[in-house]
């Protein structure tokens, strides 16, 4: 068993090569909700989303969230009615949100939830929220607070952050499943995803840190950082905000303690040596799953 710490697109590719590496091996992923929102009443979770979809090949490749193929009619309308539509639920994603905030409101959790849509799209991988609970990322910046998606979509997340708060997480429970799958899995995998954003929020839940610490060894991160830049979103400009190094090494330095094995990308190469100073095993291969071969090649690292 395989269990992915992860955010949204870094992360769903990751899964994807994974299973498409081997069709057999149990794969389960521990997902963020700290992005999760509340929009017209309906309770949108991107992450669990971009996963799945990706996962059922109906993902937007294009805009990196939502379906192929959408349609924007409701937006459109809400737009003429006046309502907020800044942030862009398309009318076939609308169907997933009408979905699960239905179940969620006879109170069904976010783990059912999931599960129920995840084997509605007919995917044979496990998500799991990493609880059940309220977790929401937030943002102290120039402008002052603002919510997760505010800083993401409405201000393009081009606004200078002094610091990130993850209201809840040190309240919240970890779900028994993703418990489970943290201490059953044989390798543990922290996706290519954003360290301060995506996966933070994860480990703040207590109980994971403890898992991770004492499972070191069995615990691989892939950088997300190839040449010092992100490949999408801002983690390379949110490091820099909050005093972290932008490369692989600031990246090593943020998991040092939890992660035996850190694969960084080509490119990076040269700080192999830095990295492996901060206390881990460093594997160099291509991380940027640009095409088939690459997104194997990365597969077989974490593996291997
Ligand atoms: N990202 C955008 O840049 N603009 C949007 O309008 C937008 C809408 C949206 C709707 C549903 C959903 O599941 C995700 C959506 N995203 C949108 C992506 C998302 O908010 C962020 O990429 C993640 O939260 C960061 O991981």
């Not at 800083?151 to 708060?165: I, K, Q």
Request: charged share 25%.
């Amino acid at each position: 068993m395989i269990t992915v710490l992860s955010g949204g697109v870094g992360a769903a590719r990751l899964l994807r090569a994974l299973r498409r590496h081997d069709a057999d091996v149990e794969l389960s992923a521990v997902v963020n909700v700290g992005d999760d929102v509340v929009m017209h009443g309906l309770t949108i979770c991107p992450d669990l989303d971009t996963i799945m979809y990706t996962l059922a090949g109906v993902n937007n490749d294009e805009l990196g969230w939502g379906l192929a193929g959408e349609s924007w009619r409701v937006m459109q309308r809400l737009g003429e009615l006046g309502g907020d539509n800044w942030f862009g639920l398309g009318d076939l994603d609308l169907a997933t949100h009408l979905y699960r905030s239905q179940r969620l409101s006879h109170g069904a959790t976010k783990t059912e939830v999931t599960r129920e849509l995840v084997s509605k799209f007919g995917l044979d991988v496990a998500l799991l929220p990493v609880s059940d609970d309220s977790i929401t990322t937030e943002f102290d910046t120039e402008m002052g607070p603002l919510s997760f998606q505010e800083y993401f979509v409405r201000h393009h997340h081009d606004v200078v952050v002094n610091a990130v708060r993850v209201r809840g997480a040190a309240a919240a429970r970890l779900s028994d499943e993703s418990r489970d799958a943290l201490e059953r899995s044989e390798r543990i995998v922290i996706a290519p995803s954003n360290p301060l954003i995506s996966i933070d929020p994860i480990l703040r839940v207590p109980g994971v840190l403890d898992i991770l610490s004492q499972r070191r060894d069995d615990v691989v991160a892939v950088s997300p950082l190839v040449g010092g830049a992100a490949l999408k979103g801002p983690a390379d400009r949110l490091m820099r905000e909050l005093g972290h190094d932008v490369n692989s090494v600031g990246v090593a330095r943020f998991y040092q303690g939890i992660v035996g094995t850190m694969i960084i990308d080509v490119v990076d190469a040269n700080q192999a040596d830095a990295v492996s100073a901060t206390g881990c095993d460093v594997r160099v291969t291509t991380t940027v799953m640009s095409d088939e071969n690459h997104a194997m090649a990365l597969a077989d690292a974490v593996r291997s």
